[in-house]
Nanobody
Framework: QVQLVESGGGLVQAGGSLRLSCAAS????????LDWYRQAPGKQRELVAG???????VYSDSVKGRFTIGRDNAKNTVYLQMNSLKPEDTAVYYC?????????????WGQGTQVTVSS
């Protein structure tokens, strides 16, 4: 079994910064893609940023230039550095990982961490 545990959310003023972490544990052979999603109240979950096993990255237009995704393969961890936060960044942030355990690959979700940006 694989678990993803997120941390680092909280309350911050507009213009501030937060760093989210997501650590994977369990029966892991390889971690392929690692993504951060977010879901604001009344809205659909959306992709914020993603990083491949080769460290290629992708960002949504709304966070490009402000957020940075990174991964530490030795720690099975993905990070999301969020700078210049805006009230519209307020949401529950979830990590998603495509993980191979033995011969089977599947996607896993973390439990989510709340980010609230006050104006």
């Amino acid at each position: 079994q694989v678990q993803l545990v997120e941390s680092g959310g909280g309350l911050v003023q507009a213009g501030g910064s937060l760093r989210l972490s997501c650590a994977a544990s369990g029966s892991i052979s390889t971690i392929n893609t690692l993504d951060w999603y977010r879901q604001a109240p009344g809205k659909q979950r959306e992709l914020v940023a993603g990083i491949t096993s080769g460290s290629s990255t992708v960002y949504s237009d709304s966070v490009k230039g402000r957020f940075t995704i990174g991964r530490d393969n030795a720690k099975n961890t993905v990070y999301l550095q969020m700078n210049s936060l805006k009230p519209e960044d307020t949401a529950v942030y979830y990590c998603n990982a495509n993980i191979r355990s033995g011969f089977v690959s599947r996607n896993y979700w973390g439990q989510g961490t709340q980010v609230t940006v006050s104006s």
